[in-house]
């Protein structure tokens, strides 16, 4: 029974065993967190969210077997150029689509299909880490060839979350850093890194402040200034929902002490409006208190560190950096959201990765563990297959009466 799931669970284990206590925690806090939304949108029946997620999680683990079984990993090479164009294709649309039909300021975010919607920010997130890991993996070799690797990366980079940022900053700016972060890793000229970090760091204060030129429907930037002016100041527009959602996760931390409150006791949540979303962590941490918060941590920083063991055991570039480019993402995604549940950073609006309420999001980021797990196992497969084809040459060297000598040797380890 064992061996059958191993062949049908590929990859690392630790991995699986990490999404499976993520999935167990996201289930009982999703519960807990949506009493309120379920008796304003499902009529009471607090089972609805809860059956919601299962299938999310179900549909997400398909995701995943799906690509670690199937999918080879050598077409993410091939299809990344393809991603980006129908990336940059779903973000216009959705644009498009939002100024067409009048829409709110969350519908700019989402591109509706005749059977589904989805979030083309999410996609935008695979798509521009292969395509990079594929222009960095095939520019190795000179300096001049990753300085053109750079300029490629950071025009597409840019554009494609200039077209986020127009519906959502905090999900542009997390993109764009966790590009620039891989390319520093990628052996990227440091002085080229830190111009360019130099310079987003200018613009977005020339947005601070210049902010009130903007309509509020672009970037939602008079939404992200209040939300750092509150964060600084603690003066920011009152109508903004940020600040109130701040101040229930703070109390929701503190009500929940070192032990919690216990499963489903929960009643700051009754009081937020994204206690199932963004604030989630903060939810989490008033049932299973500090204990548990901690926990929630360690699970994220065992997935780093497993995306960095992987990253080790790939014998080629564009495998590597195709994991260490998603497996940034999602910890930093995580770790911001739980910075803002604690009060460290300002709002930001993301979701705790396969923890928070699912959506478009949970599908993509289980495309996105999916694709880590596939390199995790094509490592392990050519691992077994090396150590099977050096057994007949161990085997014929230890017949033969001569020994091999040193330059022979060498050229075995080359070829």
């Given at each position: 029974?064992a061996?059958?799931?191993?062949?049908i669970?590929?990859?690392?284990?630790?991995?699986?065993?990490?999404?499976?206590?993520?999935?167990?925690?996201s289930?009982?806090?999703?519960?807990?967190?949506?009493?309120?939304?379920?008796?304003?949108?499902?009529?009471?029946?607090?089972?609805?969210?809860?059956?919601?997620?299962?299938?999310?999680?179900?549909?997400?683990f398909?995701?995943?077997?799906?690509?670690?079984?199937?999918?080879?990993?050598?077409?993410?090479?091939?299809?990344?150029?393809?991603?980006?164009?129908?990336t940059?294709?779903?973000?216009v649309?959705?644009?498009?689509?939002?100024?067409v039909?009048?829409?709110?300021?969350?519908?700019?975010?989402?591109?509706?299909?005749?059977?589904?919607?989805?979030?083309?920010?999410?996609l935008?997130k695979?798509?521009?880490?292969?395509f990079?890991?594929?222009?960095?993996?095939?520019?190795?070799?000179?300096?001049?060839?990753?300085?053109?690797?750079?300029?490629?990366?950071?025009?597409?980079?840019?554009?494609?979350?200039?077209?986020?940022?127009?519906?959502?900053?905090?999900?542009?700016?997390?993109?764009?850093f966790?590009?620039?972060?891989?390319?520093l890793?990628?052996?990227?000229?440091?002085?080229y890194?830190?111009?360019l970090?130099?310079?987003?760091?200018?613009?977005?204060?020339?947005?601070?402040?210049?902010?009130?030129?903007?309509?509020?429907?672009?970037?939602?930037?008079?939404?992200?200034?209040?939300?750092?002016?509150?964060?600084?100041?603690?003066?920011?527009?009152?109508?903004?929902?940020?600040?109130?959602?701040?101040?229930?996760?703070?109390?929701?931390i503190?009500?929940?002490?070192?032990?919690?409150?216990?499963?489903?006791?929960?009643?700051?949540?009754?009081?937020?409006?994204?206690?199932?979303?963004?604030?989630?962590?903060?939810?989490?941490i008033?049932?299973?208190?500090?204990?548990?918060?901690?926990?929630?941590?360690?699970?994220y920083?065992?997935?780093?560190?497993r995306?960095?063991?992987?990253?080790?055991?790939?014998?080629?570039?564009?495998?590597?950096?195709?994991?260490?480019?998603?497996?940034?993402?999602i910890?930093?995604?995580?770790?911001?959201?739980?910075?803002?549940?604690?009060?460290?950073?300002?709002?930001?609006?993301?979701?705790?990765?396969?923890?928070?309420?699912?959506?478009?999001?949970?599908?993509?980021?289980?495309?996105?563990?999916?694709?880590?797990?596939?390199?995790?196992?094509?490592n392990?497969?050519?691992?077994?297959?090396?150590?099977?084809?050096?057994?007949?040459?161990?085997?014929?060297?230890?017949?033969?009466?001569?020994?091999?000598t040193?330059?022979?040797?060498?050229?075995d380890?080359?070829?």
């Amino acid at each position: 029974m064992a061996g059958k799931l191993a062949k049908i669970f590929k990859g690392d284990l630790t991995l699986w065993v990490i999404l499976i206590f993520l999935s167990l925690i996201s289930l009982v806090i999703v519960y807990s967190a949506t009493g309120k939304l379920a008796y304003r949108e499902a009529h009471g029946n607090t089972m609805y969210y809860l059956i919601r997620q299962v299938i999310f999680i179900l549909v997400g683990f398909g995701i995943m077997l799906f690509l670690v079984n199937v999918v080879p990993v050598s077409l993410y090479f091939k299809v990344s150029p393809t991603l980006i164009v129908i990336t940059v294709i779903a973000l216009v649309l959705a644009f498009i689509q939002y100024v067409v039909t009048g829409g709110d300021k969350e519908t700019s975010r989402s591109l509706t299909l005749p059977f589904f919607s989805f979030q083309p920010a999410e996609l935008a997130k695979i798509s521009l880490v292969m395509f990079a890991s594929r222009l960095l993996s095939k520019a190795q070799r000179t300096e001049e060839e990753l300085k053109n690797a750079f300029f490629w990366i950071t025009g597409v980079a840019a554009g494609i979350c200039f077209l986020i940022f127009l519906s959502n900053f905090s999900t542009a700016a997390l993109i764009f850093f966790s590009i620039i972060v891989l390319m520093l890793i990628a052996r990227v000229a440091f002085k080229y890194v830190v111009s360019l970090i130099g310079i987003g760091a200018v613009l977005v204060v020339m947005l601070y402040f210049t902010a009130d030129l903007f309509p509020d429907s672009v970037g939602r930037v008079h939404t992200v200034k209040s939300r750092i002016e509150t964060f600084i100041t603690g003066s920011g527009k009152k109508e903004v929902t940020g600040m109130k959602q701040e101040e229930y996760a703070r109390l929701a931390i503190f009500e929940g002490g070192v032990v919690g409150k216990g499963p489903g006791n929960s009643e700051v949540s009754n009081y937020m409006e994204a206690g199932y979303n963004d604030f989630i962590y903060a939810i989490y941490i008033e049932e299973y208190g500090f204990f548990g918060g901690a926990f929630l941590v360690l699970l994220y920083l065992i997935l780093l560190f497993r995306g960095v063991i992987i990253v080790r055991r790939c014998d080629r570039t564009f495998p590597a950096f195709t994991v260490t480019g998603l497996v940034l993402l999602i910890t930093f995604q995580a770790f911001i959201n739980m910075a803002v549940s604690v009060g460290a950073v300002p709002v930001t609006g993301q979701p705790l990765p396969w923890v928070s309420m699912g959506g478009s999001s949970m599908l993509f980021t289980a495309a996105s563990f999916g694709v880590i797990l596939a390199v995790s196992a094509d490592n392990q497969k050519r691992k077994f297959e090396e150590e099977q084809a050096l057994k007949p040459q161990a085997e014929s060297s230890t017949e033969s009466e001569v020994p091999a000598t040193a330059e022979s040797q060498v050229q075995d380890q080359e070829f």
